[in-house]
C-alpha cells in the first residue's frame, strides 16, 4: 500500500506540474499540458485505479490552493477523471462462459476485456463533456460565446494594430466557427494518444496487467451511427443545441476516423512493404490533417459494408506449422 502511495503522489504531482506548466507560456508547455493525463494513466494501468484517483485528488487539491478552485476544477476533468476513468476501463475484464479452459491442467479462464472501440466513445464523451464546459465559461447563448470568441481572436491577432485590417477579420471569423471543433478534435487525439502512451510505456516496464489488446479490431457499437446521423441533423438547427450536435459530430468523427486506421491495418495485411506504406499514410495525416476524412470514410465503409470481415474471408487460411 506505502508503494501504491508513493506512485500515486508521484504521478500525481508530475500530472499537475505538466498542467500548471501552460501558465509560463513556454512553448514546450503546450505539449507538456496535452500530455498532463499520461502519470494519472500510467499509474491507473501500472498500479491500479485506486492510484491514479489517489493522484488526481491530491493534484487536484494542491492546484486548488495554489491558483484556485476554477484551476481544480478544470485539471480534475481534462486531466484527473479521464485518465483515471480509462485507466479502469482498459483493465476492466470479465470471464468469458464456456471458456475456463481445462480444470486438468489448471489453465486459468478466458478473460474478455473491455472492448476498445467502446472506450473510444468515453474519450469521445470527455472530449465533448471538456469542449463544452470551456465554451460554457465563455457565455450560455451561441451569440455570447461567439462573441467572446470572437473579441479575444481579435486582440490576439491584431496586436500592436489600432484598427484590425479586413483580412484579420476574415480569418477571425472561420476562427470562430472552427474553433470549437478544433478543441474537440484536439482533445480526442490527446486523449487517445495518452492512453496508447501509457499502455506502451507500462507494457515495457512488465507492469501492464492485461495483455495488449488486437487494434486491428477495432469497432464502434452499432448505435454510434446512428447518433453521428442525428448530430449531424441537428447541427442545421442553429442555436446552442447546433454548437452542441457539431462537437458531438467532430468527436464522433474522429472516434470512425480512428476506426478507419483500424480497418487500413487490416486490409493492408497482404501488402509487401507494409510497414512503409502504413508509416507514409501516417506521416501525411499527421502533416497535412485534411486525410484524415479518408480514414473516416473508411470507418463509415467498413460499419456499413463490414469490409474487414469481408477482407478476411477471402484470405487463405494460414499454413500449418510444421
Same mark, same amino acid.
Not at 470479465?94 to 471458456?99: I, K, L, Q, S, T
Not at 501509457?198 to 486491428?216: E, H, M, V, Y
Not at 483500424?262 to 497482404?270: C, E, G, I, Q, R
Given at each position: 500500500m506505502i508503494g501504491i502511495f508513493t506512485v500515486a503522489l508521484a504521478a500525481g504531482a508530475a500530472s499537475a506540474l505538466m498542467f500548471a506548466s501552460i501558465s509560463s507560456g513556454a512553448l514546450i508547455s503546450i505539449l507538456l499540458f496535452y500530455l498532463a493525463s499520461l502519470p494519472i494513466m500510467v499509474a491507473a494501468l501500472g498500479w491500479g485505479p485506486l492510484a491514479a484517483a489517489i493522484g488526481g485528488v491530491g493534484a487536484a487539491s494542491v492546484l486548488g490552493t495554489l491558483f484556485g478552485l476554477p484551476y481544480s476544477i478544470a485539471f480534475a476533468m481534462m486531466v484527473a477523471v479521464p485518465g483515471w476513468w480509462l485507466g479502469h476501463l482498459a483493465l476492466l475484464g470479465?470471464?468469458?462462459?464456456?471458456?475456463a479452459g481445462d480444470s486438468a491442467k489448471q489453465q486459468p479462464p478466458a478473460i474478455e476485456w473491455y472492448p476498445v472501440g467502446r472506450i473510444l466513445l468515453w474519450i469521445a464523451a470527455f472530449a465533448i463533456v471538456t469542449t463544452t464546459a470551456a465554451l460554457l465559461t465563455l457565455g450560455t447563448d451561441t451569440d455570447t460565446i461567439t462573441g467572446t470568441l470572437r473579441r479575444g481572436l481579435l486582440k490576439m491577432l491584431s496586436a500592436g494594430e489600432a484598427q484590425p485590417s479586413g483580412d484579420i477579420e476574415r480569418l477571425v471569423d472561420a476562427l470562430v466557427i472552427f474553433a470549437p471543433l478544433a478543441a474537440t478534435v484536439i482533445s480526442m487525439v490527446t486523449l487517445t494518444l495518452n492512453l496508447w502512451l /501509457?499502455?506502451?510505456? *507500462?507494457? $515495457?516496464?512488465?507492469?501492464? =496487467? @492485461?495483455?495488449?489488446?488486437?487494434?486491428?479490431t477495432t469497432a464502434l457499437p452499432a448505435v454510434t451511427l446512428v447518433a453521428l446521423l442525428a448530430a449531424v441533423a441537428v447541427s442545421f438547427i442553429g442555436g446552442m443545441l447546433a454548437l452542441l450536435a457539431q462537437i458531438v459530430t467532430a468527436a464522433l468523427v474522429i472516434?470512425?476516423?480512428?476506426?478507419?486506421? /483500424?480497418?487500413?491495418? *487490416?486490409? $493492408?495485411?497482404?501488402?509487401? =512493404? @507494409?510497414?512503409?506504406?502504413?508509416?507514409?499514410?501516417?506521416?501525411?495525416?499527421?502533416?497535412?490533417?485534411?486525410?484524415i476524412v479518408a480514414m473516416f470514410a473508411l470507418g463509415i465503409a467498413d460499419a456499413v459494408f463490414g469490409l474487414r470481415q469481408r477482407y478476411l474471408q477471402t484470405r487463405p487460411p494460414p499454413l500449418p506449422a510444421a
Open positions: 470479465r470471464p468469458v462462459a464456456g471458456a /501509457a499502455g506502451k510505456i *507500462t507494457q $515495457t516496464s512488465g507492469r501492464l =496487467n @492485461r495483455p495488449w489488446p488486437d487494434f486491428r472516434a470512425y476516423a480512428l476506426v478507419g486506421f /483500424a480497418v487500413l491495418h *487490416t486490409l $493492408t495485411l497482404s501488402l509487401t =512493404n @507494409r510497414g512503409f506504406w502504413l508509416s507514409g499514410i501516417y506521416a501525411v495525416v499527421v502533416m497535412f490533417g485534411w486525410p
